[in-house]
């Protein structure tokens, strides 16, 4: 029998891996349409207990195909603006390389809309790989066929091949069967690592799994999937959720989520002219979407049925246009002039946020406060991270989703000091939604 460890024992009990239809586990109860009949993430944590560690490999001398994802944002010159996926990837790398196994590489670049076009080339990543691994890194010039099998034919065990960029074929995106052939046909045993594309049920993240019977997670992708899942999951209350972002609509199915599982919830960014919208009040300029006023009122009522205690700024940072030189004051969210936008959450609301924060033992955050890219705009943002941190060094679980949270913290320097940084935005908003990753389906034995 295959030995199974699983990566999180929240409960003895081995689930066969999924039901018929995971969607049919949400049918929604008569009357409140925010209450789920399951616990969706208590079910997907069960699911994580049937998926193996890389560690649990017996890779000697065996060539490893790697799904990573180092889609890492290039200046024009080639350089690397920011290596965080692939410096969290190291570890899997390394932990192949030094059992001996031959490392292949699998990872796309940018949109290069299934044509080769070398802009999208991952030949500077490999370059920048070879800075940061004392290991031998190899570059095939193409991810299938002759040009990757002489590559890997000519490695070492311990040495590593990173092939071209994936999305160089549209039938990655595709998750076509005879490009899945063309790749699996490389290597002897799969892993994935990379959490940031396992939202998507791509040729490398699900399709190629299953022509291996040695499958697993990497560890990147464990450690992103643990914060997340004990976060959710398991919470260590209370437990606050902040959400924030441009509109209410890419947020909705979280806040629904979330629901069920925080004991308070703020919200800042954009999304919270559509709540005022929604309790008549006068919203100026600001961003509004006037389609998802009646639904930011059924999200208040559910709250309150639900006992959540969900907060709505008391004051915004409001400008007379859309620009950092723009003329600023801070009102009352109830007194935004026509003419006016709110671009931040104000001072008393920084306040009342920190003080939620502060009295946390777990902490998710997805969404900037305010248009923080501009500096007169980003002191809310600011202050949620400034209160992330105190909370981390005061014991709090801090989870950040990826996005622009992310970058956020990485701007203001700070992402040392909380619990964890995702490296998928798409992947853990996702996540946060109750919603199945391909990429993590594929591995459950
Ligand atoms: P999202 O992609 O929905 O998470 O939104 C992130 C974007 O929301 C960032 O680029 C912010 O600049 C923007 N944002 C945050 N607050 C506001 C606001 N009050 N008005 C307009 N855009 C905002």
């Excluded at 290596?83 to 190291?90: G, N, P, T």
């Excluded at 700070?414 to 990753?437: D, I, M, N, R, Y």
Aim: charged share 20%; hydrophobic share 45%; glycine share 8%.
């Amino acid at each position: 029998m295959r030995n199974i460890s699983p990566l999180f024992a929240y409960d003895t009990q081995i689930w066969t891996p999924y039901p018929p239809s995971f969607s049919s586990q949400k049918a929604l109860l008569p009357n409140n349409p925010f209450i789920f009949e399951d616990d969706i993430y208590s079910f997907l944590s069960r699911i994580l207990l049937m998926i193996r560690s890389v560690t649990d490999l017996d890779v000697q001398g065996k060539k490893v195909l790697v799904r990573v994802d180092f889609n890492v944002p290039l200046h024009e010159d080639g350089t690397i603006t920011d290596d965080k996926r692939i410096v969290e990837s190291l570890p899997t790398i390394e932990n192949l390389t030094s059992r001996g196994a031959i490392v292949i590489l699998m990872s796309h670049l940018g949109r290069p809309k299934g044509k080769r076009n070398l802009a999208y080339s991952l030949a500077p990543v490999a370059a920048h790989l070879r800075t940061l691994t004392t290991a031998h890194v190899h570059f095939a010039d193409d991810c299938i066929g002759e040009a990757a099998q002489s590559v890997i034919a000519s490695a070492n065990p311990g040495d590593i091949v990173l092939l071209e960029n994936v999305r160089f074929y549209a039938e990655e995106e595709a998750n076509d069967a005879d490009f899945i052939k063309s790749l699996a046909h490389l290597g002897d045993m799969y892993v994935n690592d990379a959490f940031g594309t396992a939202h998507r049920a791509h040729a490398t993240t699900t399709g190629i799994a299953s022509h291996f019977t040695e499958r697993a997670a990497g560890l990147l992708m464990q450690k992103e999937l643990q914060y997340l899942g004990d976060a959710l999951g398991k919470p260590q209350r209370p437990f606050t959720a902040i959400l924030g972002g441009s509109k209410v609509s890419g947020k909705i199915d979280v806040i629904r989520q979330l629901m069920n599982s925080c004991d308070t919830i703020l919200i800042g960014g954009g999304m919270m002219f559509t709540f005022y919208k929604a309790m008549g009040y006068e919203t100026g300029s600001s961003l509004v979407e006037a389609d998802k006023v009646s639904l930011a009122k059924d999200i208040l009522d559910a709250a309150k049925a639900q006992n959540v205690r969900l907060l709505l700024p008391t004051d915004a940072v409001i400008a007379n246009a859309f620009s950092n030189e723009a003329e600023r004051t801070i009102v009352t969210v109830d007194h935004i002039p026509a003419g006016w936008m709110g671009l931040d959450i104000g001072p008393a609301t920084c306040a009342v946020y920190t003080e939620a924060i502060l009295s946390s033992k777990t902490i998710v955050w997805n969404g900037p406060m305010g248009v923080f890219e501009m500096s007169n705009f980003a002191a809310g943002t600011l202050a949620v991270a400034q209160a992330l941190t105190q909370a981390t060094a005061q014991g709090a679980i801090t989870v950040i989703g990826g996005g622009d949270s992310a970058a956020a913290i990485a701007q203001f320097g700070l992402e040392k000091q909380v619990s964890h940084v995702s490296t998928g935005g798409g992947a853990s908003l996702e996540f946060l939604e109750g919603k199945p990753l391909p990429g993590v389906e594929a591995l459950s034995l």
